[in-house]
């Protein structure tokens, strides 16, 4: 079997704009705030990741359901259970965190 290769990323920059500056204004804004707690900073990696996931989510399952250049049905599955994993293990984390409103 071969190797997966690269990650298959969303190829739209300003769709990866618009998902990490409103990440960036929500994180800045709960620092002004003062929005503290022992899991604060934590939840928001995880949701940070767990949102990055779902995002790049689309590409390997898109290339599952239709064939894509550069992207192989082997690969864009191996990828999609990677990405899909890593949703689910944020997500997961986020609820045993006490954080169920950051999944949405």
């Given amino acids: 079997m071969r190797a997966p290769g690269r990650p298959p990323l969303p190829r739209e920059h300003g769709s990866w704009v618009m998902l990490l500056a409103a990440s960036v204004a929500g994180l800045g804004t709960a620092a002004v705030a003062g929005t503290r707690g022992p899991y604060a900073w934590p939840a928001t990696g995880l949701f940070l990741l767990a949102a990055v996931a779902f995002f790049c989510l689309r590409r390997p399952l898109s290339g599952l359901l239709r064939p894509q250049p550069g992207l192989e049905r082997p690969a864009a599955s191996f990828w999609l ?3 899909a994993a890593l949703a689910a293990a944020a997500g ?4 045993l965190l006490g954080r169920p409103l950051l999944l949405p």
């Fill in 81 to 83: 259970a990677v990405e």
């Fill in 92 to 95: 997961g984390a986020l609820l």
